[in-house]
């Protein structure tokens, strides 16, 4: 299963950093600058500023942006590099017809083509819009919720995809999962603090708009609206939370799809799935099934008339980004309310990401000749090695684990299965039109193609060269199902990376990246997963107990931490991530002592190796986040902020206590028996 997919992927999480100068000014520059830091500032009081205080006080959140940090630069230099592979693209006039730079080209000139979609208006939506007024019966209303899916121009109600199945990792398997709902979690449809609220009145806004839009009277749009939140919290009272969604277990239904059909009355799963045009399947995989109960008590109760508005509202909210100014406005108007973020973000950028998001592989080709060099490839290879060594050696070392399970867990980590930049095969959108001059056309073909994509998974061996990202992204990722760590070729840049960088510098920063993903393989949720992918216990009773309340106690660490006036972190829903953090950085440092800088104690402008190589995990995660992103980010992200990234894992280390002498009465001090200690 892939959760970056939605649904159990893990990765590093979502911050990067590249200023674009030039290499040969990069080989110049000191990659742990004193002048970022707050000198001022006792690290055993606050590590956080001490590390970063002076970058974060300098680069507030720029207009464009939600936040700011090392991700977002290097994410912003990867989008500008983009920008320039697309541009070329646009502009040849001799690529060969299915080339990859005519396609890629095609792609974004026609979302860079303004005018002709102003001319369109939401011309592009008006047959379908017209086809739900044709509905008269509740079959046509779910064949009609079926032809929305398979066809690519909306998922209402509920989520449905293909992948493997958790206890047979061989077999590709259909699967739904709870959803049907706008608003990020279910949480805002269901509280009454003032967030929530001031959240609710701008989402019956946003409907009101959009519907306004489309030619129809306020009053009506305004109904409309009302409508569409009451089906909506309806669902989201019958959602599980985030925190439950992470349980492995909890959310592994299998049903045969006549038992499915009894438990929802009214649904009937084989023409459904006859319908989504998937075939010999006789059982499918169900995160939730009280939810889909209370859909099909939904589809009884609720007029249809009121499905035929919510169905519009799906239309119009999937399109909106894609149409003409009023849309995009409208849309950018609500995002506001949520994030916080100040002006649009530029169309280039939108529609340079929109070609990394849509047709990735395609672009990823161009991006790679470009951007990419080997022989960084190699040394992360390099670097993966000794992290798997240094992995080894701390599994073994273990005084918590028994022996039994321990010959499990190594079992595990020899199975796991690098990739690093970007895929051997290439994926080349077989099939897929792209017309240079239909921009809305084009964002519909890419859904239905990939779509139809995903169903032909089904019946056919599990495909383990495909990628979860792009190789522009600046990221990472497990995979609980596949036992694999990626690494796409976005990251591999300072500072998560440089080949001129010294070795504390690599360790502390992609180093950790590779130790987090592998400590995915072993968190709270990719530890129910054995060597081959399968969820399937491999633990003792005992060190399963063990594990636990270690695991508990980190949660509890981190449930400690404000963000934002009375907002916590949440450390249930942040555990995997915050686990991945402690066991990578522990993971990485093990690895980093075998180093000759390490053994050395030499010191470099100022810092010992521990101090550099605990820095450089620290300038990760500096940055700068707008309260209403914030705010919203503690309900929906898995990951704990950045400042509390920073130092919740280096607090459980005893060699961060050494290279920065912190003793007892220092704020972040925790004695050594109080120290977290997992992997």
């Known amino acids: 299963m892939n959760r970056f997919l939605k649904i159990g992927m893990a990765g590093i999480g979502v911050c990067f950093l590249m200023t674009g100068e030039p290499i040969q000014a990069q080989k110049q520059k000191k990659f742990i600058d004193p002048a970022n830091m707050n000198l001022a500032v006792k690290p055993g009081n606050d590590f956080y500023g001490y590390a970063s205080g002076t970058w974060v006080r300098n680069n507030p959140v720029p207009a464009k942006e939600t936040r700011w940090g090392s991700f977002n630069m290097l994410r912003d230099f990867n989008i500008n590099a983009v920008r320039s592979i697309l541009e070329k693209a646009q502009a040849d006039k001799n690529a060969p017809a299915g080339s990859v730079e005519k396609r890629v080209g095609d792609f974004y000139a026609a979302g860079m083509d303004s005018a002709a979609i102003e001319k369109l208006g939401y011309t592009p939506i008006k047959e379908d819009l017209a086809s739900i007024d044709a509905i008269k019966t509740l079959p046509e209303l779910q064949q009609k919720i079926n032809q929305l899916r398979s066809s690519g121009i909306a998922g209402p109600l509920y989520g449905f995809y293909v992948g493997q199945d958790r206890k047979n990792v061989e077999v590709m398997i259909p699967q739904l999962s709870q959803g049907g709902t706008s608003l990020p979690d279910r949480d805002y449809y269901l509280k009454d603090d003032q967030r929530s609220v001031q959240i609710r009145a701008a989402f019956a806004t946003y409907i009101t708009a959009l519907f306004g839009l489309t030619g129809i009277p306020q009053d009506q749009a305004s109904a409309a609206a009302q409508t569409v939140f009451n089906i909506e919290k309806q669902l989201a009272a019958a959602q599980l939370s985030r925190v439950e969604l992470r349980d492995a277990y909890k959310t592994y239904n299998k049903f045969f799809l006549d038992d499915l059909s009894a438990a929802t009355p009214g649904l009937n799963w084989k023409t459904t799935l006859q ?199 600046v990221n990472a990722y497990y995979s609980a199902t596949l036992n694999e760590i990626v690494f796409p070729a976005g990251i591999l840049q300072f500072p998560f990376f440089d080949p001129n960088a010294d070795d504390a510098v690599n360790y502390g920063g992609i180093g950790a990246v590779i130790g987090h993903e592998m400590s995915h393989g072993f968190d709270d949720n990719g530890s129910k997963y054995d060597a081959d992918g399968t969820l399937r216990n491999w633990w003792t009773e005992d060190d399963r107990k063990k594990f636990d309340a270690k695991a508990a106690a980190l949660a509890r660490q981190f449930d400690g931490y404000t963000v934002l006036d009375t907002l916590h972190v949440n450390g249930k829903l942040t555990l995997g991530e915050n686990i991945g953090d402690l066991g990578g950085l522990n993971v990485a440092y093990e690895a980093f002592k075998m180093t000759k800088q390490a053994q050395s104690g030499k010191k470099t402008d100022g810092f010992t190796p521990d101090q550099r190589f605990f820095l450089s995990w620290a300038q990760v995660w500096r940055g700068n986040i707008l309260p209403e992103t914030a705010a919203q980010f503690i309900l929906t992200d898995p990951h704990s902020p950045g400042p509390y990234r920073t130092i919740g894992a280096p607090v459980n280390m005893d060699a961060w206590y050494r290279a920065f002498d912190v003793k007892e009465g220092d704020r972040l001090y925790k004695r050594p028996e109080d120290r977290i200690r997992i992997w």
Do not use: C
């Open 275 to 473: 319908e989504l045009e998937v075939n010999g399947q006789d059982s499918v995989l169900v995160n939730n099934p009280a939810f889909f109960t209370a859909v099909a008590s939904l589809l009884k109760t609720v007029p249809l008339e009121a499905w035929k508005v919510y169905l519009k509202w799906n239309i119009l909210r999937g399109a909106a980004p894609y149409l003409s100014t009023p849309f995009v406005n409208t849309n950018f108007a609500f995002i506001q309310v949520l994030t916080g973020q100040k002006i649009q973000t530029p169309r280039w950028q939108r529609m340079s990401s929109l070609t990394d998001g849509n047709i990735g592989e395609l672009l990823g080709q161009l991006y790679v000749k470009e951007y990419f060099k080997p022989a960084a490839k190699a040394r992360m290879e390099e670097l993966v090695a000794n992290l798997r060594k240094a992995f080894e050696i701390r599994i073994k070392s273990l005084d918590w684990m028994s022996a039994a399970t321990k010959e499990k867990a190594l079992v595990k980590l020899a199975a796991f299965r690098p990739k690093i930049a970007y895929p051997d095969k290439w994926e080349n959108y077989e099939g897929l039109v792209i017309d240079r001059n239909r921009f809305f056309a084009n964002i519909r073909n890419v859904n239905n193609w990939s779509y139809h994509f995903m169903i032909d998974r089904l019946g056919k061996p599990v495909d383990r060269e495909r990628w979860g990202m792009t190789p522009p992204t």
